[in-house]
């Protein structure tokens, strides 16, 4: 997705954000995340940040193991941050938009704000190779991921666009398949922390074997 704006450091994002946490949620740079907003608090969040210019949202996981209060839990300490580029009202008091991922961001603290919505405090600089596109490439094992995803599809009798998939770069299509992946919240947050994109593709290839292996094992009847 293309973005009007150009990003080419940690000086040209603000310093505080809002954050919606969402469990399971991954965003990663230059992916695509799809949101139905329904919540008046996060429905406010969105009208600000359009309001406001800057059209960024952290999404961030919320680290449930951690956390005092079911109501308000906890956050992990990385999210990515995301621009809307697209935006669409249903008539019924819901917001569809997509949001294309920025850079991942360190949270230096939660602030105490009037908003119904969580505000944070961030540091991009820990993430500066995140505003390089396609960094770090050559080093995938291109071939481990596909093998890992031609299990993964036969193991839960799936079905994928080859073509789109052989034509994608390495980061498109580690960061693509990372996003989608169906696996838990400490999964998807090794996935985000990777430091880089080889490790990113060896701990999605790793999550993958573990998770056949577990069915294997367990003989559960693959997913449908």
């Not at 949101?35 to 996981?61: A, C, K, T, V």
């Not at 985000?192 to 490790?199: F, G, H, I, N, S």
């Amino acid at each position: 997705m293309p973005i009007n704006s150009e990003y080419r450091g940690p000086g040209d994002l603000p310093e505080i954000i809002p954050v919606f946490p969402l469990p399971g949620a991954l965003l990663l740079p230059r992916g695509q995340m799809p949101l139905n907003i329904f919540e008046p608090r996060y429905l406010e969040m969105i009208d600000d940040s359009l309001r406001d210019g800057h059209r960024m949202i952290g999404m961030i996981q919320p680290d449930t193991a951690h956390s005092r209060s079911e109501a308000v839990p906890s956050l992990f300490k990385v999210g990515c941050v995301g621009r809307i580029t697209q935006f669409a009202e249903t008539g019924d008091g819901r917001y569809i938009l997509e949001l294309t991922g920025i850079a991942r961001f360190k949270v230096v603290e939660e602030l105490s704000v009037l908003t119904p919505y969580r505000q944070c405090k961030v540091d991009f600089f820990p993430f500066v190779d995140d505003f390089v596109a396609r960094k770090g490439e050559d080093d995938v094992d291109r071939d481990a991921v596909l093998h890992a995803l031609t299990r993964f599809l036969k193991a839960n009798q799936l079905k994928v666009d080859w073509d789109g998939i052989n034509s994608a770069p390495n980061e498109a299509l580690v960061n693509a398949l990372a996003m989608m992946s169906p696996y838990g919240t400490a999964e998807k947050q090794a996935l985000l922390e990777a430091p880089d994109l080889k490790t990113r593709a060896e701990i999605l290839i790793a999550v993958t074997e573990m998770d056949l292996a577990k069915k294997k094992t367990s003989g559960d009847p693959p997913l449908q």
